[in-house]
């Protein structure tokens, strides 16, 4: 079975300064973990995922995520905020043989205040 | 262009009243999904669908009914909704079922059972 808990149901960052999303995971078997990010009105997009390649991935608009194995973590973050991130962002993880189900935290909305 | 296209957007209902979501992908997309978004819940899957006439339960399929005869075409069927279906939809897709693949998000409806 496979879960995800991201710490902070709310995240209020001023214009400029770092943003930081928490995300950590449970799974039974290696995991592939994903950011999505829903901005008002919309689906979600694909900002980034963890597929075992490189422990530091890099996705749109200027954010990253690392995965910790040792932390059963997949933290997000962004060096510096944009109005436009004001947004709701979701941490999900997948693994065989889940076979394209993914499971979602409950997301943490982000505002960025100027 | 590639997309997930949902409807109706908004949708208001009376108990009991069946009604169907329609959510089509022009992307040749074998995988297809339908969750449900509940304020603190996050994204919950409902139903979904590996490839044309094979489908299967998600997490919380109780009240709901899908199929898919076409491949293009995944509708999600309530054939008497109750309150408690009050929720925002999405339907979702991705090139292969398998877990590391990203996947394609509809814009939402958003369904009210009075």
């Known amino acids: 079975a496979q879960s995800v808990t991201q710490l902070g149901s709310h995240v209020s960052v001023s214009e400029g300064a770092l943003v930081l999303l928490r995300c950590n995971y449970s799974?039974?078997?290696?995991?592939?973990l994903f950011w999505y990010v829903q901005y008002p009105n919309q689906g979600l997009q694909l900002l980034l995922k963890y597929t075992s390649a490189a422990t530091l991935v890099k996705g749109i608009n200027g954010f990253e995520a690392e995965f910790k194995k040792s932390e059963t973590s997949f933290h997000l973050t962004k060096p510096s905020a944009h109005m436009s991130d004001a947004a709701e962002y979701f941490c999900?993880?997948?693994?065989?043989?889940?076979?394209?189900?993914?499971?979602f935290g409950a997301g943490t909305q982000v505002v960025v205040t100027p | 262009e590639a997309q997930v296209t949902q409807n109706p957007r908004y949708l208001i209902t009376v108990t009991g009243k069946k009604l169907t979501v329609t959510c089509s992908q022009n992307m040749n997309h074998e995988y297809m999904s339908w969750y449900r978004q509940d304020p603190g819940l996050g994204l919950r899957q409902i139903y979904y669908?590996?490839?044309?006439?094979?489908?299967d339960k998600g997490d919380v399929p109780e009240g709901y009914k899908v199929s898919r005869k076409e491949k293009r075409n995944f509708p999600l069927i309530l054939e008497s909704p109750s309150p408690n279906q009050t929720s925002l939809y999405f339907c979702?897709?991705?090139?292969?079922?398998?877990?590391?693949?990203?996947?394609?998000f509809g814009s939402g409806t958003q369904l009210s059972v009075l």
């Open positions: 669908s590996m490839n044309v006439e094979v489908t």
């Open positions: 979702a897709s991705s090139l292969r079922p398998a877990p590391n693949e990203k996947l394609f």
């Open positions: 799974s039974s078997v290696p995991p592939y």
């Open positions: 999900a993880v997948s693994g065989a043989p889940s076979r394209g189900k993914l499971q």
